[in-house]
Nanobody
Framework: VQLQASGGGLVQAGGSLRLSCAVS??????LAWFRQAPGKEREFVSG????????PYADSVKGRFFISRDIAKNTVSLQMNSLKPEDTAVYYC????????????????????WGQGTQVTVSS
């Protein structure tokens, strides 16, 4: 199983980036994006069920970030708009083998596989 994240980079505040995570080796009922800023704990950004349905977001990114999946390509993407300096972090995609209730989306312990992370830096 491999999760390959890409699309990070340096962008000015107000700009946009699109992250992608290519999943190979298996399929998973649930995927998510997390991020970790220097000196901070890893935090949930957004999640999606492979079967579709609701897509939860962290309050800090609601209305600016949008998660989607491409079934044919087995990828999950994160469109990030109106970026802020506080969005600066390493972004990780994660996959869960279990399809639990929505309230567990944000809990790291329910994810079994992680990508290597991609750096997003937003300058002011």
């Amino acid at each position: 199983v491999q999760l390959q994240a890409s699309g990070g980079g340096l962008v000015q505040a107000g700009g946009s980036l699109r992250l992608s995570c290519a999943v190979s080796g298996s399929t998973f009922p649930r995927l998510a994006w997390f991020r970790q800023a220097p000196g901070k704990e890893r935090e949930f950004v957004s999640g999606i069920r492979w079967s579709g349905g609701s897509t939860p977001y962290a309050d800090s990114v609601k209305g600016r970030f949008f998660i989607s999946r491409d079934i044919a390509k087995n990828t999950v993407s994160l469109q990030m708009n109106s970026l802020k300096p506080e969005d600066t972090a390493v972004y990780y995609c994660a996959a869960s083998r279990t399809n639990l209730i929505s309230s567990t989306f944000a809990q790291i312990k329910y994810y079994d596989y992680w990508g290597q992370g991609t750096q997003v830096t937003v300058s002011s």
